[in-house]
């Protein structure tokens, strides 16, 4: 199987940074996209952002210009550096990632746990 972790979430004030990081790790051949979609209440789980073992970045349009997703493919993890973060920007961060499990070799969806992103104004 495959596992998810994620770590970062908290509480900032508007105008502030976090860093979220997920790292994937078991029965992995390899990973295709990794990335983060959130939820606010009440609201659908939305794309944040995604990238590709080659560095092809994906980016909702909201997020533009102040998140920057970033990856290590040999540590199978997933960085999304947040800044000038605003209210509305508030939900739960999941992290994703599309693996070719190891002995299957089948191609999965995994998801982490989720992280709660709170901003204050």
């Known amino acids: 199987q495959v596992q998810l972790v994620e770590y970062g979430g908290g509480l900032v004030q508007a105008g502030g940074s976090l860093r979220l990081s997920c790292a994937a790790s078991?029965?992995?051949?390899?990973?295709?996209?990794m990335g983060w979609y959130r939820q606010a209440p009440g609201k659908q789980r939305e794309l944040v952002a995604l990238?590709?073992?080659?560095?092809?970045?994906n980016y909702a349009d909201s997020v533009k210009g102040r998140f920057t997703i970033s990856r290590d493919n040999a540590k199978n993890t997933v960085y999304l550096q947040m800044n000038s973060l605003r209210p509305e920007d508030t939900a739960v961060y999941y992290c994703?990632?599309?693996?070719?499990?190891?002995?299957?070799?089948?191609?999965?969806?995994?998801w982490g746990q989720g992280t709660q992103v709170t901003v204050s104004s």
């Open positions: 990238i590709t073992s080659g560095g092809s970045t």
């Open positions: 078991g029965s992995i051949f390899s990973i295709n996209a």
């Open positions: 994703y990632a599309g693996v070719e499990v190891l002995a299957s070799r089948y191609y999965n969806e995994y």
